[in-house]
Each structure stands twice: as structure tokens, then as C-alpha cells.
């Protein structure tokens, strides 16, 4: 089966770092995507992982770890306007290579205060 | 156009009635997604297309829902016989290519939001 894990919910504080961890499991693994979403608005993209490691993008950063089926957005220097829901989508490929979609979690509700 | 649209933006129904929900891709995208979002949730998968062909609809929640892309651009999400439980955001996605990694990265509109009464 596919299944994706991120908290619900996270409270930070402006101006320092937080973290919004995922973990998946999935067949045909294809890539782990970021999105942002503000409400009533659609979702944005953030970041892109297919490798191990760390892709850093200005205040964003997001990391993965295949062999856990685990990855993470670091966003540091909060603002406010950070305050969002973060999703975390796994791309999947299947039906023999022929089909691909992402596979999205519920979202992480990011409340970010003064 | 520059992005993803979609139309109309907000939608009322009676309970019964039969909607149509439209989306404009970005020119030249292959792949196309419709996804049904519940306040609060992530986007539920629905259906998507390769062109005019919709290669995966397995998502559909019933067979009131249909959808197609007749001629690989724009596409309609049409809901027979709307109920309570179809209120709902309606969002749709393009991507530019068939293909691995980044391609796979898609672009949303804004949305259509349902309320059914």
C-alpha cells in the first residue's frame, strides 16, 4: 500500500527555524515534492527531492532519505506569512512504468506568532 | 495563458443538480489532474490525463462523477446529480511532460469551490 505521514499541526515562533518531517511508503518511488498552501488559495510549489541529501533555497530548505522513506522542510527566519499549510507529495510511477501521479499527504497546518 | 485557470470559482447547487466544473491547463502541458480537497485535507486524487487520455480514473468516487479532455487541453469535471458530500474544493493540476523527476512537478489552478444545498 502507499501511506504518508506528517503532523497535523505545528506552532512556531517568528523569526526561528521549524521542521515539518514526512515519511511515505510507497512503491515506485519517483521523487518527493514540498507545496505551500495558504488558505482558500491553491497549493505552491516549494521544493523538489529525488536524491539523498539536502536542496537548500533561500530560507527553505528540504531533505530525504529513501532508504527510511523519510524527509523534511527546514524553513528558517520565520514570518508570519509563513503561516500556511506545508504537503508533502510523493511522486509515484506504476501501472508498469506507464502512469505516474503524486500522492499527497494531509498537510501540516503551520501557525507561525509574533 | 500564465498559469493554470479555473472556472467558475465558486459554484452553488441544489441537492439533484447537475454541475460542470472546467480547467485550462498551461499551453502545452501533457498531464492534467483533478483533485477534490475537504477543508483542512490534502488534495484527493481523482482522475488524470496524458493528452486526451485519461489513463487513471480511479479516484472517481462514484460513477456520477465523469470527466474528460477531448482534445488534450482544456478539461471538464462534470458531477451528475450533485449531494451534500460532494461540497467540496475542486482543484486542478498540469504538468509539462510525461516523464520522471521534476517534469512530474504540477501547477494548480485556483480552484473551484462546490457547496451543495
Known amino acids: 500500500g502507499q501511506n504518508i505521514d506528517q503532523p497535523t499541526e505545528m506552532t512556531a515562533t517568528e523569526g526561528a527555524i521549524v521542521q515539518i518531517n514526512c515519511t511515505y511508503q510507497?512503491?515506485?518511488?519517483?521523487?518527493l515534492f514540498w507545496y505551500q498552501q495558504h488558505a482558500g488559495e491553491a497549493p505552491t510549489f516549494l521544493s523538489y527531492?529525488?536524491l539523498d541529501g539536502l536542496e537548500e533555497k533561500g530560507r527553505f530548505s528540504s531533505f530525504l532519505s529513501r532508504s527510511k522513506g523519510y524527509s523534511y522542510l527546514l524553513l528558517k527566519e520565520l514570518q508570519m506569512k509563513d503561516s500556511a499549510s506545508y504537503l508533502c507529495?510523493?511522486?509515484?510511477?506504476?501501472?508498469?512504468?506507464?502512469?505516474?501521479?503524486?500522492?499527497w499527504g494531509l498537510g501540516t497546518s503551520l501557525a507561525v506568532n509574533p | 495563458g500564465a498559469g493554470v485557470s479555473q472556472s467558475p470559482r465558486y459554484k452553488v447547487a441544489k441537492r439533484g443538480q447537475d454541475v460542470a466544473l472546467r480547467c485550462d491547463p498551461i499551453?502545452?502541458?501533457?498531464?492534467l489532474f483533478w483533485y477534490q480537497q475537504a477543508l483542512g485535507q490534502g488534495p484527493e486524487f481523482l482522475t488524470y490525463?496524458?493528452?486526451?487520455?485519461?489513463?487513471?480514473k480511479s479516484g472517481l468516487p462514484s460513477d456520477r462523477f465523469f470527466a474528460e479532455r477531448p482534445e488534450g487541453s482544456v478539461s471538464t469535471l462534470k458531477i451528475q446529480r450533485t449531494q451534500q458530500e460532494d461540497s467540496a474544493v475542486y482543484l486542478c493540476?498540469?504538468?509539462?511532460?510525461f516523464g520522471g523527476g521534476r517534469s512530474n512537478e504540477q501547477f494548480f489552478g485556483p480552484g473551484t469551490r462546490l457547496t451543495v444545498l
Open positions: 499551453s502545452g502541458h501533457v498531464s
Open positions: 493540476a498540469s504538468s509539462l511532460l
Open positions: 507529495a510523493v511522486g509515484k510511477t506504476y501501472n508498469a512504468g506507464n502512469n505516474r501521479k503524486l500522492i
Open positions: 490525463f496524458q493528452n486526451e487520455a485519461q489513463l487513471d
Open positions: 510507497t512503491s515506485g518511488f519517483n521523487g
Open positions: 527531492n529525488v
